[in-house]
């Protein structure tokens, strides 16, 4: 699967979100390395404090389904321009993905950046950062 028809992906899992509070939708999909899409919107709560990411909702989804080698991902939103990955969302894509891993980041008019893991969030704590 390419880039384009991963962001597609993306695009369509908008419509899983469960955006009441913001009405800011966000989609997301993860290619595994077998070639399955995982995909997520980011869903709400009342708490506000408790909204989920899509990001985190879709690699939360395959690593519990048991996929943990990821290939790709992709998020899309109504920003201005691609969207931005909030820091937690950063943090878990650096424990849960290759730090060379492509993630593609869309709007509603097309623009696309691509980048990776690392470049989203230089010098994460990690595993390593617990050993005294
Ligand atoms: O990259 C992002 C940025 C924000 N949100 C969600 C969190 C909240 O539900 C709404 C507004 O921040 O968008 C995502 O899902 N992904
Ligand atoms: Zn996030």
Request: glycine fraction near 8%; include cysteine; aromatic fraction near 8%.
């Amino acid at each position: 699967m390419d880039q384009q028809a991963l962001l597609a992906q993306a695009l369509e899992a908008r419509k899983r979100a469960y955006v009441p509070y913001s009405r800011f939708a966000v989609g997301a999909a993860l290619l595994t390395e077998d070639g399955k899409v995982y995909l997520g919107g980011n869903i709400e709560n009342a708490a506000y404090s408790l909204c989920n990411c899509a990001e985190r909702t879709t690699i939360f989804k395959a690593y519990s389904e048991g996929d943990r080698r990821y290939a790709a991902l992709a998020v899309a939103a109504d920003t201005p321009g691609p969207v931005s990955p909030c820091g937690a969302c950063r943090q878990v894509m650096a424990e849960l993905c290759p730090p060379d891993m492509p993630v593609y980041l869309t709007n509603l008019k097309g623009d696309v950046l691509e980048t990776t893991v690392s470049a989203l969030l230089p010098g994460a704590f990690t595993e390593e950062d617990l050993r005294g």
